[in-house]
C-alpha cells in the first residue's frame, strides 16, 4: 500500500522538544522532496518545512528557523522533523507530502504553495498532533 505515515507526536511544555518521522511505504522517497505541514486549529494548512532529494537542502519558514530541524534517510526511507524550544502557538496536526523532485524548480517552491494548489501533491499523510501546553 502507497503512502506517508507520521508519528513521533505528543503533548510537550514550551521549550520542550519533539521528532516527528515520516514513513513512506509502497514507494521510495529518492525522487521526491519531502515537505512539512502543519494545521492549526481554525488556520489554513501551512507549509513548515521542506528537503529536496539530492542535495538535502532545505527550507524553513521563518517561525520556525532555528528552532526546527528538517533530515532525511532514504535508506530507511523516513524522514524526521526535529522540533526545539517549542512554543503553544506551535500546537498543530503536522503532515508530511511528497511531490516529484521534478515538477518543482526548488525545494522552497513546495513550501510556499498556496493551500488550493496542495491537492496536486503526490501524497499526504494522515497527521501527528502536536500541542504544545503547560
Known amino acids: 500500500q502507497v503512502q506517508l505515515v507520521e508519528s513521533g507526536g505528543g503533548l510537550v511544555q514550551p521549550g520542550g522538544s519533539l521528532r516527528l518521522s515520516c514513513a513512506a511505504s509502497?514507494?521510495?522517497?529518492?525522487?521526491?522532496?519531502i515537505g512539512w505541514f502543519r494545521q492549526a486549529p481554525g488556520k489554513e494548512r501551512e507549509g513548515v518545512s521542506c528537503?529536496?532529494?539530492?542535495?538535502?537542502?532545505?527550507y524553513y519558514v521563518d517561525s520556525v528557523k532555528g528552532r526546527f530541524t528538517m533530515s532525511r534517510d532514504n535508506a530507511k526511507n523516513v524522514v524526521y522533523l526535529q522540533m526545539n524550544s517549542l512554543k503553544p502557538e506551535d500546537t498543530a496536526v503536522y503532515y508530511c507530502?511528497?511531490?516529484?523532485?521534478?515538477?518543482?524548480?526548488?525545494?522552497?517552491?513546495?513550501?510556499?504553495?498556496?493551500?488550493?494548489?496542495?491537492?496536486?501533491?503526490?501524497?499526504w499523510g494522515k497527521g501527528t498532533l502536536v500541542t504544545v501546553s503547560s
Open positions: 507530502s511528497a511531490v516529484l523532485a521534478a515538477v518543482l524548480r526548488s525545494v522552497r517552491d513546495m513550501c510556499v504553495v498556496p493551500p488550493k494548489y496542495y491537492y496536486g501533491m503526490d501524497y
Open positions: 509502497g514507494f521510495t522517497l529518492d525522487d521526491y522532496i
Open positions: 528537503i529536496g532529494n539530492n542535495d538535502g537542502s532545505t
